[in-house]
């Protein structure tokens, strides 16, 4: 029995000064500062057991997101965590569906981002009292509960509630081998961290030479500030990892459609696997038009940094399950990539994962930036080991930043994610890097403020 009555909720700006040295730089996003609204709950159950949960920002607007989650906050203290997780659906509705802050959503935008982070720390803590690691929680659930934690609300007409029961019932076959088989190999990377759009020419050429002496087989670059600056690096990396390691290209949102087109097709003699976010992430049908376009030229399209890849689209710019299935329907699709921290936490990310099984789309996470690596590995590993049963043109984003500050950092074996072991969601972040990197009071935000190095 679950135990315990959800007594405080406490949400705090953590903000790392990434921009500093160009980590996570792009041709939109010049200047990020990897950030999060980081999330702890607390009980008054005698084991003391705490739930952490976040959602990622880029720096200015977190302070938003957190306003955001206060507001939402009197849907959480005084609830009861057995009451939440035996109807989960009703929880993630009471959220989601708030009829005042729903205004300023619905289930998209900074409101959204907050329910993720709310959510996120619900699961930790269920997790953490099942003493088990998110992904084995899922794995062991019982296909009704799993069913029971999906709000199906708006996709019935791509995926019915007894439709995903009977894949999760399926999923349960060979479901121990697979399951063996990540503990004993893990599940396929690529990395985005040897090719920021920042970095100087020689430290690109460190970063591959590097990632390639690891295994890394996969590599993303940044693209799309410059066009002749694209070609030389392209030329560089194309260079440095040979012809037969995969290359993919993002553009973060930065072309108009015909821009898109006329852009990558001077960029695919270096042969990339897919051009990710190059137009606006709510453009669906511009998506179609570049898709088809670069079809003849074997590259896929990639839009958006939240969720989704398509045929010869990949697609993350997804605000929730809605969108998802309208690209699936659409057939728009050809990848398909979840965000942790973008859609509403686990239950809108199940809800995405069986209509990519359905629909017959592969799942690639997207997992850049603070916190998603530690997240979002949990929620392939359950896809693979008890949905998709497949690892054909599958991999998940890893970006090698800030995993330091957590308490259950991901590790990386020969290329690959080893499962976590530790029980919860692995969201827990150390108590001193909170309290050194919390906007604006933290020691190194007052360094850098008295430094004249950032503004306050």
């Not at 659930?141 to 009977?166: G, K, N």
Request: glycine share 6%; hydrophobic share 40%; charged share 25%.
């Amino acid at each position: 029995m679950i135990t315990g009555t959800i007594t405080s909720l406490h949400v705090t700006d953590v903000r790392f000064p990434t921009s500093l040295d160009q980590h996570g730089s792009d041709a939109m996003h010049t200047d990020p500062d990897y950030s999060a609204a980081y999330i702890v709950i607390e009980t008054d159950a005698a084991d003391g057991l705490k739930g952490h949960g976040l959602t990622f920002t880029l720096g200015k607007g977190t302070e938003i997101v957190v306003c955001a989650v206060r507001a939402l906050s009197r849907h959480v203290i005084g609830k009861a965590l057995g009451d939440i997780v035996n109807n989960f659906r009703d929880f993630y509705r009471q959220l989601t569906s708030d009829g005042q802050l729903r205004w300023i959503g619905p289930e998209k935008g900074a409101v959204q981002l907050a329910t993720a982070a709310v959510l996120n720390a619900v699961w930790d803590l269920w997790a953490k009292k099942e003493k088990k690691p998110l992904w084995k929680l899922l794995v062991d659930m019982d296909p009704h509960q799993l069913v029971s934690c999906i709000d199906f609300r708006y996709i019935t007409d791509a995926l019915t509630e007894e439709e995903a029961l009977e894949i999760l019932q399926n999923g349960k076959q060979g479901q121990r081998d697979r399951e063996e088989h990540m503990l004993r190999s893990g599940y396929p990377a690529y990395t985005t961290s040897c090719a920021w759009l920042g970095y100087s020419d020689e430290q690109l050429k460190k970063l591959c030479s590097d990632a390639l002496k690891e295994g890394w087989t996969r590599f993303k670059v940044k693209v799309g500030a410059d066009l002749k600056d694209d070609i030389r690096r392209c030329e560089l990396i194309r260079g440095m990892i040979g012809p037969d390691n995969i290359m993919m290209l993002d553009a973060n949102q930065r072309w108009d459609v015909q821009e898109a087109i006329s852009w990558v097709k001077d960029l695919a003699k270096y042969k990339p696997l897919w051009i990710e976010e190059p137009t606006s992430p709510d453009d669906i049908l511009g998506h179609a038009t570049i898709s088809k376009a670069l079809s003849p030229l074997n590259i896929g399209v990639a839009t958006g940094e939240q969720s989704c890849i398509s045929a010869s689209t990949h697609k993350e710019g997804c605000h929730n399950r809605v969108m998802f299935k309208q690209f699936l329907q659409a057939n728009a699709l050809q990848y398909l990539q979840i965000d942790s921290c973008r859609l509403g936490s686990v239950n809108e990310n199940l809800s995405v994962l069986l209509m990519s099984k359905k629909f017959n789309v592969p799942v690639c996470p997207h997992a850049g930036g603070v916190g998603l690596c530690e997240l979002v590995q949990h929620l392939i590993l359950f896809d693979y080991i008890s949905v998709s049963g497949s690892l054909d043109n599958r991999m998940c984003e890893y970006v090698d930043h800030l995993h330091e500050h957590f308490m259950y950092p991901v590790i990386i074996s020969r290329a690959a994610y080893m499962p976590p072991k530790d029980p919860g969601y692995s969201t827990e972040m150390k108590d001193e890097s909170v309290l050194q990197y919390q906007f604006p009071d933290g020691e190194i935000w007052q360094k850098l403020i008295l430094e004249k190095k950032v503004e306050a």
